[in-house]
Structure formats: C-alpha cells, structure tokens
C-alpha cells in the first residue's frame, strides 16, 4: 500500500470499509483490496476462542453417569476419591489419579469441561451424602468456583478494548463532525469541506433577481471583473477584494451570492460564518487559511461567507471575549490584507448586522465595497412578484400592481410566501387558479396573521371590538396625514388580535413629517376613545395601540428634536459600554434626571391633548361611528369601496339614504338566493 492510499481521518487502518461514497477525493485501492475493519478482527478473535474452547471440551470431558450410580460405586468400593464442585461431582479410582488431574491433565477455557477423572456426575451435596462418604472412608475435597482461562484474560484485556473502542469512537465523532466545515478531521490535515460549485450547477442569474438594481449593477461588474480583468488592469484600476452585502432578513442577499455563482463561470466556494468556529481553539484559524489556500490554487474565483457577524464581530469593548472567534477573524483579517491584487480572488460576504462587525474589516482593502441590498420599492416588489407567479397559475384579471401596493414594507422572502400561501389558498377551495381574493387574504394573512373564524367571542366583547376597529378607521378617514383605510374586519387573527383596520399606504415614505406622526398617534388612541364615548369606560385591548403611541412620542421628543424645549436637541439613551446581571447590554441617559422628568410630563401632556383632540373628533361624528360599527356587527367585514361611500354619505349628511339602499340591496340579493 502507497502512502497516498493512507486515509488521513485513519491513519491506523482502523475506520476502514469502502467509503468513496462519502469521499470521492479518495483514490481506489490498489489491486482492489479492502483493509479489514477492527470489529471484523475483533469478532473473529472471539469465535476462534470459542471453537478451541468446544474442542478441548470435548476431548477432555467424561461421560456423564447418574447420580445413583455413582454413590453406589462409592459403596462397593471403587471410587476412593471424590472432588465436590458446584455442578459436577469426580470421582477417582484413586487418590494418585486425583493429584494427577490437578496438575493440568485436564484443561478448562470457559469452565464447563472438566478435569480427566474416572467418573462424572450431576451431584446433590446433601448430609445423606457428606454422611456415606464418611462412613466409608472415602477422602473428598469441595473445590470452589474457579474462574475460566477466557475470564482471566478478559480481566485484563478487557479494560483496555472498552478504553480503545470509546477513544476511538470518540475520535471518528470528532472527525466526523469536523470534517463538515474546512478543516477536516482531528487527524486530517485541514481539507475544505465548505463546498466548491463548480460551473453550471448553479441555475440562478441576475434574471432572476428583481428588486435591488442597484445591488445587482454592482455585482454585475464584480461578475465582469472576473471574465474581462484586463479592461480594468490595462486603464490601472484595481479589482476590489471584498464585496459586503448588507441588509434585512430575506431581502435577497443569498439569492445574489447564488446569481454571481451561476453567472460567473469561475470556482465559487460557498460556507457559513458559523462553520469556522468550533469548540477547539485554532480550528477555525486553520480553516481558513485552508479556504484561502485552495481559493487561491483555483484563481481566478468568488468566496462567498453567509452570515459575516458570526465570526466578525467587533472586539471593543468585548468582555465576554471568545479566544477561538477572535483568532478566527485576526486569520481572516491577515488572509484579505495579503491578497495580491492581479490574483482575481473576490471576497463576498453576507450580513444582517452590519453594527456589530468589527471597524478592521470594514475598512477599505479588506471590504472595498459594501453593497446595500434594503427592503423594495414598490415598482421592485411588482417585478418580484412577476418573478414568482412565473410558477404558479393565475386568472387573467389579477393584478400583481394592486398586491405590490398593498405589501408595504415586505421583504423579497415575504413576497415569495404571499405568492405561495395564495396557491395553497386556492387547492384548498378546490380551485385551479390563483385569484385576487386568495392574494388579498395572503397578504393579510401575512400582516395580521391566521384567520380564527371558529373562536367564540361573547356579544359584548364583540361590540367592544366593532366600535373600537370604527373608531380607528373614522379618525383615519378625517385626519389629514393617516394611512387610508383599506379594508375594516372584526374577525379575529393571529394569537391575540380580536378584529383589526387594514391601513395601506399611496405611496411609499422614507421620511415622515411632525404632522404625519401626530396623525398617526391619533389614528392609536382612537379605539379606546371609541370604547369610551359608546360604552363609558375602556377596556384592555388598545394596550398595544397605547404602546405604540407613547412610542412615537417618545421618539419624537429623544430623537428627532421634536420638543418645545430641547429643539433640535438628541436627547438618546447609548451603551454604556459594561453589562448588566443578566448580561444585557445596560444603556446610560445622557441628560439629567430633571430632563427625564420633562420627558415624562411631555409625553403624558401630548398623549392626553391627543386624546381629547380624537373624542371631540369621534363625538362630531357619531352618526358615522355608530352606523359603521353595525354594518360591522351584520357583515363582519367592511372593504375600502364601501368604507369610502360611507364616509361620502356621512360627510355629506346623508347616510339615512345609503342605509335605505344597502336595506334594498341586501333583499335583492337574498331573493335572488331564494331563487
């Protein structure tokens, strides 16, 4: 056997067995011999015991008389001697013969054969029998229980097989579980396991990335660094080492790593931020010094690292240091500094946390470009939307435009679920196309969660909930800066919600204006001043909206400038750099306990001239209220075309004529039910 056939994970030849399944790397063995594993040596060690064992067994064992017989031979005379063991009794014609025997005439392996004797027998001690013996003179010895040959080799050598067998064991676990990420096995020599895809394998590209242009024209001439590096030498540019992709959960960072891969036409090795580090220390170093050194074999290539803040994550002010993740990114900071710039070796990393990656790896040289990949627009949603219904089969009249609109805020990932949740929408009510109202529901599903239509509601909570969703949904039609109201429904979802007002914005903001937050701040408390003009107390389910409330308050206060006094002061709460007990970061005020107090009596004053702003708003439309809350209570659920007519009607004074109308309406469909 060559060295090469030596299998660094065994260097013993003892995990051996056809394992090219498992490693394709290896190379067949040579004249197609298979080492032997240990057990099948082990196994046939103790078999070839136990056939020896039979064999002298059988040699050696005199035939059994019965125990009759053999005390009758004691009378007569012709056993003299008898040996008492706790199975068998011997009997010898002489003592002689006895001393003969136990000088090892005879031979025991497991202790059921016996000494050579003249006669053999499944004896009773009894006082009877101790009596004839000694009636007759005959001389007997009782011979205790002696252990076998095997029993005293397993004696000692037992021991040391259960101490080779959990080593060893120990150790395939170990390399076992170290071989998944780069450095191998404990004796291997660091062979990269984070996964190289090769050319083609990868059926992703830019096409199929809709939503973050701009991300995408980027990577789209990292891809082109790597196929035309001479356009860009020859003029003196330099091509960038690392390319940090950063931005919320879901919003297609991953699915760019995989677009560059299926686009570049170069090795690209894919591997988790987590996969460096383990429970020894210098492993993850080790790793990726081996990543590093077999991405540079393969130049030009992309090394692509997922969820970056596992292993980069900044050492100031880190007390609960970690030897092992810090090694790991010192080597990883080495490794991106040494890069030679001609080398076409690029680094892309992925993360969601850019705050706490530590300032050496962002800078420039090490991630020369940090590629912001954020939540869509709506016109990005649209074309991802068009992307994932390419799969599904949809009635002509849906309008994906609608939908984009409606998802406000929604990550590429969200919108991917609302496409599938609307597919299974439709199996489920036994359709073969996807409609507008299986996508409505699965957006909604979506911000609200589950529909609950089975979960008992009492009457009274019922009205509760129907005045308080009215309440929200009046003050958002007459105040000037609300999110219009798209759909109003008191039918519970998710875990805790018992009815909730869908509010979806025209167009998406980026920047909101004092104004618009204190519209939004009365669109909160109007459920619970609902509550209180109809019913004359208030009960706990605008804790939520209350929340939220004082949160914007609070921000606009701290944050934003937004108070009388502390105009244009930030008034922010930061860390205070140590931990707490429950090792939690602990924040420090950086303003005196007299501006807290401020704090606290502002936010308490505007949270009640808010609310006495939306009960004279609510009173000076009750009629409306009122009117909408039984529409609730009759249909359950009010869409943004009927809410708008009622709030025209109302407006203009006039909702005694709607109700005469939606009251025709409603028998004209009942009798067309009937028929």
């Known amino acids: 056997m060559s060295q090469n056939d030596i299998d660094p994970n065994d260097p013993f030849g003892f995990f051996t067995g056809n394992n090219d399944k498992k490693n394709n790397n290896k190379k ?42 053999f005390k009758d031979r004691i009378e007569r005379g012709e056993i003299k001697y008898v040996e008492m063991g706790q199975v068998y009794f011997l009997g010898y014609v002489s003592v002689s013969q006895a001393e003969t025997a136990n000088e090892g005439t005879g031979f025991s392996l497991f202790g059921s054969s016996v000494k050579n004797s003249s006669f053999r027998t499944v004896g009773v001690l009894s006082d009877d029998f101790l009596k004839l013996l000694d009636e007759k003179k005959i001389i007997y010895s009782i011979k205790v229980k002696e252990r076998s040959f095997l029993l005293e080799i397993l004696q000692w050598i037992f021991p040391f097989i259960l101490i080779f067998g959990f080593f060893t064991l120990m150790m395939r676990r170990i390399s076992k579980n170290m071989g998944g990420g780069l ?13 190289t895809i090769v050319e083609g394998k990868v059926d992703t590209r830019f096409s199929d990335v809709a939503g973050v242009d701009e991300a995408k024209e980027e990577l789209v001439e990292v891809v082109d660094f790597l196929k035309n590096p001479k356009k860009y030498t020859e003029i003196g540019g330099k091509i960038p080492r690392g390319v940090l992709l950063v931005g919320p959960p879901g919003t297609g960072k991953t699915l760019l790593a995989r677009a560059v891969a299926g686009e570049s036409g170069t090795p690209f090795f894919k591997i988790s931020g987590s996969e460096f580090v383990e429970m020894f220390v210098g492993v993850g170093a080790s790793r990726v010094r081996k990543l590093f050194k077999e991405a540079r074999e393969k130049a030009p290539c992309i090394v692509f690292i997922d969820e970056l803040d596992a292993i980069g994550k900044s050492r100031i002010n880190s007390i609960n ?44 040289g090490r991630f020369d470009r940090q590629i912001v990949v954020d939540r869509p627009d709506v016109r990005g949603r649209e074309q991802i939307l068009k992307i994932h219904a390419k799969q599904v089969k949809m009635e002509e009249n849906v309008d994906l435009n609608d939908i984009a609109k409606m998802s406000s805020g929604f990550s590429g990932a969200d919108l991917a679920n609302v496409i599938n949740e609307a597919a299974l929408m439709a199996v489920r009510s036994g359709r073969k196309l996807v409609n507008m109202d299986d ?47 798209h759909k109003i429904s008191i039918i519970p979802r998710g875990i805790a919600a018992l009815g909730y007002t869908l509010h979806i914005p025209e167009e998406d903001n980026y920047l909101h204006t004092r104004a618009e937050m204190i519209a939004e701040v009365d669109v909160l408390l109007s459920g619970r001043a609902a509550e209180d003009i109809i019913f004359g107390e208030v009960s706990t389910g605008a804790g939520n909206d209350i929340m939220r409330a004082t949160d914007i308050i609070n921000k606009m206060l ?97 909702l005694s004529r709607l109700e005469v109308s939606n009251t025709v309406s409603g028998e004209t469909e009942n009798s067309e039910i009937q028929a």
Request: aromatic letters at 8%; glycine letters at 8%; a negative charge.
């Open 558 to 654: 701290t944050d934003y400038g937004m108070s009388e006094k502390f105009r244009n002061v930030a008034l922010t709460q930061r860390g205070g750099g140590y931990f707490s007990r429950r090792g939690e970061p602990s924040l420090e005020r950086e303003y005196s306990e007299s501006t807290q107090e401020y704090l606290d009596t502002e936010i308490a004053r505007i949270i009640d001239e808010r609310y006495r702003a939306v009960l004279e708003l609510l009173n000076s439309k009750r009629d409306i209220v009122e009117y909408i809350a039984n529409r609730l209570l009759e249909k359950e659920v009010i869409e943004k075309a009927e809410f708008d007519e009622i709030i025209k009607y109302g407006s203009e004074g006039a």
């Open 28 to 69: 067949p063995k040579k004249n197609g011999q298979n080492r032997v594993p240990i057990w099948t040596l082990v196994g046939l060690f103790f078999l070839l015991l136990f056939v020896i064992s039979q064999l002298f067994a059988s040699s050696s064992q005199t035939a059994l008389i019965p125990f009759s017989e």
């Open 183 to 195: 450095g191998g096995g404990v004796f291997s020599q660091g062979q990269s396991a984070g996964g």
């Open 321 to 364: 240091s970690n030897d092992e993740r810090e090694q790991t990114l010192n080597q990883l900071l080495v490794e991106m500094d040494g890069f030679d710039a001609t080398s076409g070796l690029i680094v892309l990393a992925a993360t969601n946390r850019p705050d706490v990656l530590d300032p050496a790896i962002l800078r420039p």
């Open 439 to 485: 996508l409505h529901e699965a957006v909604e599903k979506n911000i609200a969660g589950l529909q609950r239509k089975s979960r008992v509601i009492k009457e009274k909570e019922r009205r509760i909930v129907a005045y308080h969703e009215t309440g929200h949904a009046v003050v958002a039609a007459f105040t000037k800066g609300a999110e219009p109201v």
